[in-house]
């Protein structure tokens, strides 16, 4: 049986008990984190809990841990669920409180933390590609915020399900933001573009690594716009998230993109993450 943390303890996942006034049961009011963790190691854990510390800012939420309590419990966690590749989702909640929509005044935020393995996805994916396609980005203003509040990703991802793809990539106003769960890349003319953060995009660590490492490697790489048009023209589409990391986008909206296989700039990209990931064991 899996252990998970919950407000100070460790404890079987079965017995984990939150209350039904809790804040982020009632109302969504709360924000999350997802970090993989390879042979027990946390991945870019700074960067995670960076963007957490900016999550817990934007909604005006005490961090109720410093950097290495955080760090202390959650290798305590991953110890304790001994798998070789896990993912650690965390959450943060206002807490426990009179249901009301103003901020109380005084309450204890709610802590919760698990593991689960990751599922790796099958070769073929990568050598194959999976397939996407667009829709509207119908969500609300501040999705730079890793808000636990995800029905409108949810509903936007179940578009893409429903048609048997594996992302839904979302425009809004003719421009790319993002995917209902991924960030998304393009190569243009040779260059591998990505749209700049903003309040419509959650600035993923994964995205942030690739930029990183393409322009370490000297690859033509910039953080621009990229309209509708620009998308279905795309030599090479990209997805990008911690659990999927970088995953080629050979099929979109029933259409082959590029030449329907993945691509040369992708090959070179993905075995630079791979090689930057085993630096790290």
Not at 46 to 73: G, Y
């Amino acid at each position: 049986m899996s252990i998970v943390y919950l407000n100070g303890d460790f404890l079987p996942a079965i017995e984990a008990k939150v209350s039904v006034f809790d804040r982020g049961f009632l109302l969504g009011d709360g924000v999350y984190e997802v970090i993989p963790a390879f042979s027990g190691r946390l991945f870019r854990l700074e960067e995670h809990l960076d963007r957490l510390q900016n999550s817990l800012d934007a909604i005006q939420l005490e961090n109720p841990l410093d950097f290495s309590q955080w760090r202390s419990m959650l290798e305590e966690l991953i110890a304790k669920n001994i798998s070789p590749e896990v993912s650690v989702y965390l959450q943060v909640t206002r807490g426990v409180a009179e249901r009301d929509h103003a901020f109380p005044k005084a309450t204890k935020q709610s802590i919760f933390a698990m593991v689960n393995p990751i599922r790796k996805l099958a070769d073929s994916y990568y050598e194959a590609g999976v397939g996407a396609i667009t829709v509207e980005d119908n969500r609300w203003q501040r999705c730079n915020i890793k808000a636990i509040s995800l029905l409108p990703n949810v509903l936007l991802r179940q578009q893409a399900v429903d048609q048997g793809v594996a992302e839904a990539i979302l425009v809004r106003d003719g421009l790319v933001t993002e995917g209902a769960a991924a960030n998304v890349f393009v190569v243009l003319d040779g260059c591998i573009i990505t749209p700049a953060k903003g309040q419509y995009i959650l600035p993923g660590i994964t995205r942030d690594l690739v930029l990183e490492l393409a322009r370490s490697h000297q690859l033509d790489c910039a953080e621009n716009d990229i309209t509708y048009e620009e998308l279905m023209r795309a030599e090479e589409v990209w997805i990008t998230s911690s659990t999927k990391e970088v995953l080629p986008v050979t099929q979109l909206n029933g259409q082959a993109v590029g030449e329907g296989k993945p691509g040369k700039v992708w090959k070179n990209v993905v075995q630079l993450y791979r090689d930057y990931k085993k630096s790290l064991l």
